[in-house]
């Protein structure tokens, strides 16, 4: 039984960091990918940040500059620096991570919330 565990999310003032982190447990998988994906209410689940285990990663546009993606691959565990917080960040952060074999995995979410 494969599960990740969201950690670090919480109540921010917009400016703030948060640093979210993820592990995988009961795997004895290795991850092609992982990352982080967010929802807000009312809106779609968005792609927010992967990284490969090779260490290529992608961005959403909208957290560009401002967020970190990184992973223990060992570890099997990817965080996410979430620095420069805006309102509109706020949403629940769900990990995400995809076996070698193209299977996805989701963690059950962590809720993060900027106030202005």
């Known amino acids: 039984q494969v599960q990740l565990v969201e950690s670090g999310g919480g109540l921010v003032q917009a400016g703030g960091s948060l640093r979210l982190s993820c592990v995988a447990s009961?795997?004895?998988?290795?991850?092609?990918?992982m990352g982080w994906y967010r929802q807000a209410p009312g809106k779609q689940r968005e792609m927010v940040a992967t990284?490969?285990?090779?260490?290529?990663?992608v961005y959403a546009d909208s957290v560009k500059g401002r967020f970190t993606i990184s992973r223990d691959n060992a570890k099997n565990t990817v965080y996410l620096q979430m620095n420069s917080l805006k309102p509109e960040d706020t949403a629940v952060y769900y990990c995400y991570g995809q076996s070698i074999i193209a299977r996805s995995y989701w963690g059950q979410g962590t809720q993060v919330t900027v106030s202005s």
């Open positions: 990284m490969t285990s090779s260490g290529n990663t």
């Open positions: 009961g795997s004895g998988l290795s991850f092609r990918i």
